[in-house]
């Protein structure tokens, strides 16, 4: 399993493209070997959440819509992940029908937690920072931690 899906790591990899230099559909496509028309569908989503813009024309292309210094890594997937979650439960709401423990769960929580905490940490992420080769530099603030679960104590018919 991958945190990003095929269609945020081809994204990330043609905003990256459109950071330097405008581009077509077809040049985008033949730079990095992938189908004109998985990379159109992929432009048309980007521009439909206000990440690229397009003109049409004999000089016509697609360019960034927005600085890359103002677009977070957070916002890429949660706009094409529809919004982006690591566990059913861990989003803003939970799918009880989905899974038969959410009443009982004790992992709901922590890992509502650590979802939070991820996002923060990509929140700091800007495109800009990934485009340039530099690194980054995320400064992550110091949440409550995350309980620690109890063990049950081992019962001597459980070793048996």
């Not at 991820?118 to 995320?138: I, K, M, N, S």
């Not at 104590?153 to 048996?160: F, K, P, Y």
């Amino acid at each position: 399993m991958t945190l990003f899906s095929r269609k945020v790591d081809y994204a990330l990899l043609i905003l990256s493209y459109l950071y330097r230099q405008t581009g077509t559909a077809r040049g985008i496509a033949e730079r990095f070997g992938l189908s004109r028309s998985f990379t159109a569908n992929i432009l048309k989503e980007l521009g439909h959440h206000g990440f690229v813009v397009s003109q049409r024309g004999v000089k016509g292309g697609y360019a960034l819509a927005r600085s890359a210094r103002e677009i977070t890594l957070a916002e890429v997937i949660e706009a094409l992940e529809d919004g982006w979650r690591l566990t059913l439960c861990s989003g803003p709401t939970s799918h009880p029908e989905i899974c038969e423990f959410t009443h009982c769960c004790t992992l709901q929580g922590p890992l509502a937690e650590v979802q939070q905490r991820l996002l923060d940490v990509l929140r700091g992420v800007t495109l800009a920072d990934l485009f340039d080769g530099h690194g980054c530099t995320v400064t992550v603030v110091p949440t409550r931690r995350l309980p620690v679960l109890a063990r049950p104590a081992a019962t001597t018919e459980a070793l048996a």
